[in-house]
């Protein structure tokens, strides 16, 4: 059975710094890109950052560009999300995704809430 946990979220003011983490288990870890996903409050879910399987390649949202990293270890099957200068408009539940080139074989975490103010 596919688990994704994430931890790392909280309240931080403006120009802080959290690290997400997303736990993995269930599959081949090693085998799958991962992403973090976010969505704020009355708007959709978007891709905040994206990691190929041996970290590669990684792609980020124009708007956290310079600001955020994402990162990998395949030998604790984790994913980080290291967030610097965080802004107001960071703030919202933060998910962590296994990507699937099959149909139906990508999955979610439960999410973690990311809130920066002052």
């Known amino acids: ?12 003011q403006p120009g802080g710094s959290l690290r997400l983490s997303c736990a993995a ?5 090693s085998n799958h890109a991962m992403s973090w996903y976010r969505q704020a409050a009355g708007k959709e879910r978007e891709l905040v950052a994206l990691v190929s399987t041996a970290s590669g390649i990684r792609r980020y949202a124009d708007s956290v560009k310079g600001r955020f990293t994402i990162s990998r270890d395949n030998a604790k099957n984790t994913v980080y999300l290291q967030m610097n200068s ?8 933060y998910y962590c995704k296994k990507e699937s ?6 999955a979610w975490g439960q999410g973690t809430q990311v809130t920066v103010s002052s």
Request: charged share 20%; no cysteine; net charge negative.
């Open 86 to 93: 965080l802004k107001p408009e960071d703030t919202a539940m």
């Open 1 to 12: 059975q596919v688990q994704l946990v994430e931890s790392g979220g909280g309240l931080v």
């Open 25 to 29: 288990s269930g599959f081949i870890f």
């Open 101 to 106: 080139s099959r149909p139906g074989f990508d």
